[in-house]
């Protein structure tokens, strides 16, 4: 963790905020409260924090958008938080006056999901690691998955999160918040990051700090999990840690014929000897329209057999051979150059995201073939398919396909990427509209579900389906948890207070 002396001469051009004018509805900084006549209105003065609360222009602007580029909002505020206790303080005052509260992790949902007119919490200042192994780590929320998984591998016997997603630059309470899906480890035979947590300590939306886990508090702990960020703040979480194998063995395997390629990839989930699977595709007329990559985690003395982990498949493999640590980092790698040479974070990424049930992914995939050109993904963007055991998933949020008889649901992702900063006029609105279409008939003709961590827009009449039966629980954990609805608001969910 960065010491008080660091996180304060790191932020040492921000402006600090000494407390909030109820009438006038806007923060007070120390100058303008030095400058106010005697017989102004006194204004409410903000808590002693252990963090920071800035109001400087460059440090809102700085949390006013996210990876989209689509939806902006400039915060009033900002919390650099130095403790749970400070994130407790800053809701109840929040709460007092009535100001919007969004936690954010590193904003790589790209919808506005985290953003707020009112506080943004800057999550990512509160990143210790607070013990670790051999069977759990206790972390703060802020911290990346990928400093998880280098302390746990650096660790005596060789340990890793047991699910990671693609690109670990990401936050343990952003992945947490919408589910966690098995990227790059995990999800054949593991659940979501979700199922793999044993206890959290949130922070409610009454200020309230309270630590939850499947005995303790379940309905806070359920809710939160998978909760969009509605019901509370997690500022720790102990996650379960397994061994990690030094190797991987990737296979990758391409194709132009959606029969061929759901064939292969249906054979190679329900092989025990594969440990992680997903696939890539691209509009068609590109070859391969399809592949698939299986990988094997494995000690260097005892690699794979190849034949009984591909033997039967109808592609030609491509064998790649890295380190574990590699294997986990690919995506972080691949999108640190981006950065480099693409300007990445400002590109606009209209991005959509859904489950599709285990029964209907061949149709589903030779359908949405049917709509895709090249346009629709980018250069720079990626077509996504990830496998996930059913029977490994025991949170109900999020929200995964009603079941259908088979084993498995499938993510699928059309990630666009504008191919500049600046896409045409009408790029993002056709997106949007794509989305909306894409949703649409995703949910009604096939029976899918949204992961909502990209941009599609919803009515609240859509949210009340998307969480279905689970509806009126959610309902009630937000009337209990976060009874004046301050948190999150960039989702969209409660807009009508019902
Ligand atoms: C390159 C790339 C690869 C990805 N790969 C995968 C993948 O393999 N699997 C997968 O599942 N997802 C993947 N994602 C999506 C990613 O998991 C989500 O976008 C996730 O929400 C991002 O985490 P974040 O820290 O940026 O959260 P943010 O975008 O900052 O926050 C997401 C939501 O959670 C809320 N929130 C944030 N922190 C907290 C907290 N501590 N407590 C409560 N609420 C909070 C926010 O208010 C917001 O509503 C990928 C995204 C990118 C950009």
């Known amino acids: 963790m960065i010491g008080r002396r660091e996180f304060l001469g790191a932020t040492a051009a921000a402006v600090a905020v000494v407390g909030f004018d109820p009438l006038g509805r806007g923060w007070v900084t120390e100058a303008q409260a030095a400058e106010r006549p005697s017989s102004a209105t006194p204004f409410a ?19 006013a958008t996210d990876l989209g580029n689509i939806t902006f909002h400039t915060p009033g505020a900002v919390l650099r938080p130095g403790s749970a206790r400070d994130i407790s303080r800053m809701i109840r005052f929040c709460r007092r006056h009535g100001i919007p509260v969004s936690p954010r992790g590193q904003a790589h949902t790209t919808y506005g999901q985290g953003l707020s007119d009112g506080l943004v919490i800057e999550n990512r200042y509160l990143k210790r690691i607070h013990s670790l192994g051999p069977t759990t780590a206790e972390v703060d929320a802020g911290i990346h998955w990928m400093e998880l998984a280098k302390a746990a591998y650096a660790h005596t016997p060789r340990l ?18 919408v589910g966690g899906v098995g990227g790059l480890v995990g999800g054949l035979h593991t659940g979501l990051q ?36 509605q019901i509370g ?21 391409g194709y132009d014929d959606t029969a061929a390629f759901a064939r292969d990839l249906r054979l190679l989930i329900e092989r025990p000897v594969v440990d992680h699977v997903y696939a890539e595709f691209v509009a068609p007329g590109t070859s391969p329209t399809y592949k698939i990559h299986a990988t094997v985690f ?22 790649r051979n890295t380190s574990y640590l590699e294997h986990v980092f690919t995506i972080d790698t691949l999108i640190d ?18 489950w599709v049930p285990g ?17 629709d993904i980018g250069p720079l963007g ?23 008889g088979s084993d498995w649901a499938f993510i699928v992702d059309v990630n666009t990427v504008s191919a500049t900063t600046r896409p045409e006029p009408g790029f993002v609105d056709e997106m949007l509209a794509r989305n909306k279409r894409l949703y649409a008939r995703t949910r009604d003709h096939h029976k899918g579900t949204l992961y909502p961590i990209g941009s599609v827009p919803l009515t609240e009449e859509d949210w009340r389906g998307h969480f279905g039966d689970k509806w009126p629980a959610f309902r009630a954990a937000k009337r209990r948890y976060d009874p004046d609805q301050l948190l999150a608001r960039g989702q969209n969910i409660f807009r009508d207070g019902r």
């Open 45 to 63: 003065g903000a808590p002693a924090l252990d963090g920071e609360l800035v109001l400087d222009a460059p440090s809102r602007e700085a949390v």
């Open 382 to 404: 990626a077509g996504l398919i990830y496998p996930q055991r059913r029977a490994r998933v025991h949170n109900p949020y999020p929200r995964l396909p009603r079941p259908d």
């Open 160 to 177: 890793t999160p047991p699910v990671l997603t693609g690109y670990t630059g990401l936050t343990v309470g952003g992945t947490l918040s």
């Open 194 to 229: 979700v199922d793999h947590v044993r206890e959290l300590e949130v922070v409610t939306g009454t200020g309230d700090i309270e630590r939850c886990s499947r005995d303790r508090k379940p309905d806070l702990f359920e809710s939160v999990l998978g909760g969009l960020g």
């Open 298 to 319: 494995h000690e260097p003395d005892q690699p794979p057999h190849d034949r009984t982990v591909i033997g039967g498949v109808s592609g030609v493999p491509e064998i």
């Open 359 to 375: 029964t209907r992914i061949e149709s589903y995939l030779a359908e949405l073939m049917t709509t895709l050109t090249p346009r």
């Open 337 to 354: 150059s981006l950065r480099q040479t693409a300007d990445w974070d400002r590109l606009v990424k209209p991005w959509f995201d859904v």
């Open 233 to 253: 703040v997690i500022t720790k979480a102990v996650i379960d840690l397994v061994p990690a194998k030094q190797r991987a063995r990737s296979y990758v395997l």
